[in-house]
């Protein structure tokens, strides 16, 4: 890997690859999704649901694609419902993959964040 000289001559290295992030056929059930960038191409209906902590949510259940045509679910909880839109592309950052019905769906949990753009 080559280096090079930046601003005010400090030493740089070129990205890793291994951070470029994930694509849809990366995503494996029980396993942390570092960063995906899918644009949202359905969103279904939202419904209440019961928490183990006791509580209730709000969840969505979403489909992506990314930028090679993969597919990916994706579970939008509580405030992210009404922030992501049907077309909006959203980077997953920190976030997690689980099967749930049989099928493996992304979210960005609790530690996790979702960054949307128009």
């Given at each position: 890997m080559e280096t090079g000289?930046?601003?005010?001559?400090?030493?740089?290295?070129?990205?890793?690859?291994?951070?470029?992030?994930?694509?849809?056929?990366?995503v494996r059930a029980n396993a942390k999704v570092d960063s995906l960038e899918i644009t949202i191409?359905?969103?279904?209906?939202?419904?209440?649901?019961?928490?183990?902590?006791?509580g209730t949510s709000r969840v969505c259940d979403a489909k992506g694609k990314d930028s090679e045509g993969g597919v990916v679910a994706l579970s939008l909880w509580n405030d992210e419902i009404d922030?992501?839109?049907v077309g909006d592309k959203v980077k997953i950052t920190d976030g997690w993959?689980?099967?749930?019905?049989g099928e493996v769906q992304v979210s960005a949990g609790r530690q996790g964040?979702?960054?949307?753009?128009r």
């Amino acid at each position: 890997m080559e280096t090079g000289r930046g601003f005010r001559g400090q030493t740089f290295k070129p990205p890793s690859p291994f951070h470029a992030g994930m694509k849809a056929k990366d995503v494996r059930a029980n396993a942390k999704v570092d960063s995906l960038e899918i644009t949202i191409s359905e969103k279904g209906e939202t419904r209440n649901v019961n928490t183990k902590f006791g509580g209730t949510s709000r969840v969505c259940d979403a489909k992506g694609k990314d930028s090679e045509g993969g597919v990916v679910a994706l579970s939008l909880w509580n405030d992210e419902i009404d922030r992501v839109s049907v077309g909006d592309k959203v980077k997953i950052t920190d976030g997690w993959a689980r099967e749930f019905r049989g099928e493996v769906q992304v979210s960005a949990g609790r530690q996790g964040k979702i960054e949307i753009s128009r």
